[in-house]
């Protein structure tokens, strides 16, 4: 199983980032997927979820400011990334879990996210 996350850069305060992450070794649309992040010093937290029926979830610190969608055609998980603040900047990790199997999680090796003027 690989997850490869791509997209991370330097951004200015207010700017957008996409990032995207490319699923191989599973069966991607029977995967619920996550974006986590970790910034210096600070433990892994949650960023966003979709389902693999397309249900959505956000952190508070996201909301109306971050997209999570899915192309199950290209095994491609998206986080559209708007209004960005110098408090998102983080190592953002792409995550996959199985359908009804909690036990299971897969990381991808994260990309960078540094957000400064």
């Known amino acids: 199983v690989q997850l490869q996350a791509s997209g991370g850069d330097l951004v200015q305060p207010g700017g957008s980032l996409r990032l995207s992450c490319a699923a191989s070794?599973?069966?991607?649309?029977?995967?619920?997927m996550g974006w986590y992040r970790q910034a210096p010093g600070k433990r892994r937290e949650l960023v966003a979820t979709?389902?693999?029926?397309?249900?959505?979830n956000y952190a508070d610190s996201v909301k109306g400011r971050f997209t999570i969608s899915r192309d199950n055609a290209k095994s491609t998980v998206f986080l559209e990334m708007n209004s960005l603040k110098a408090e998102d900047t983080a190592v953002y990790y792409c995550?996959?879990?199985?359908?009804?199997?909690?036990?299971?999680?897969?990381w991808g090796q994260g990309t960078l996210v540094t957000v400064s003027s």
């Open positions: 979709i389902t693999a029926g397309g249900g959505t």
């Open positions: 070794g599973i069966t991607f649309r029977v995967y619920n």
């Open positions: 995550n996959a879990q199985p359908v009804g199997v909690s036990t299971m999680n897969y």
